[in-house]
């Protein structure tokens, strides 16, 4: 699952969520916010992701609902936000602080929140086997922690995404404008492969040249590696 990263502050029975730039994500969906609730005061990382009949909505969609959130949009009344716990902040090892979690967690026993997935491995072998599992579900990848690392507010060598890299040749059938420092031109395009098996959205990898260049007549159709 991929969505949208957030810190979920608890303070005297008060839920609060933020982005990992410290934006307010003005959330307002009671049923997760009384599970919350039951949470000690602290602070916990995690992702949301919005539901749509109980399915995770894609990365673009869901994200750019969130966005529209904290813009002071609503969020229609089909779509149910779940929040996906990782971690709690805190000074101790990885280890603890999982444990932690897990024993905060078991009272919870809603379809709003859950713990991230989590197998230990002890070896490259069994974290690729791992990953393939996940790789076959459709999942992103994953990530490998070292259980002694601490949580530090910015990457950390004691984090590392497994991720496939692939290459093809791809038809560009859409085009999406940017926002903030790209309002105005090439945010992403939209991509389908030639037996038509993969279609996604990439908006990353493009120089500022790039997006001031590609315009949607000027991309739209052509194929790309």
Request: a negative charge; one cysteine or more; proline letters at 4%.
């Amino acid at each position: 699952v991929d969505g949208c990263r957030t810190i979920t502050k608890v303070e005297d029975g008060v839920v609060s969520f933020f982005t990992r730039n410290n934006k307010i994500i003005p959330l307002t969906f009671e049923p997760l916010l009384q599970t919350l609730k039951q949470l000690p005061s602290g602070t916990y990382d995690g992702e949301l992701v919005m539901l749509r009949d109980k399915k995770v909505l894609s990365r673009k969609e869901g994200n750019g609902l969130i966005n529209a959130l904290i813009k002071g949009s609503n969020i229609p009344p089909t779509l149910e936000p779940h929040l996906i716990l990782w971690d709690v902040v805190g000074s101790e090892p990885y280890h603890e602080r999982w444990g932690q979690l897990q024993d905060l967690a078991k009272p919870l026993n809603c379809p709003w929140v859950s713990l991230v997935e989590t197998r230990i491995v002890s070896d490259y072998n069994e974290a690729m086997t791992h990953y393939q599992e996940l790789r076959k579900r459709g999942e992103e990848g994953s990530i490998l922690k070292n259980l002694a690392g601490l949580w530090v507010p910015k990457r950390s060598q004691d984090l590392c995404k497994l991720k496939g890299e692939y290459t093809g040749e791809f038809q560009v059938v859409g085009w999406d404008q940017g926002t903030g420092k790209n309002a105005g031109r090439l945010g992403s395009i939209k991509v389908i492969s030639q037996d038509r098996e993969v279609e996604c959205w990439v908006g990353t990898g493009f120089s500022d040249q790039q997006r001031e260049e590609y315009t949607a007549d000027f991309i739209v159709g052509s194929l790309v590696e």
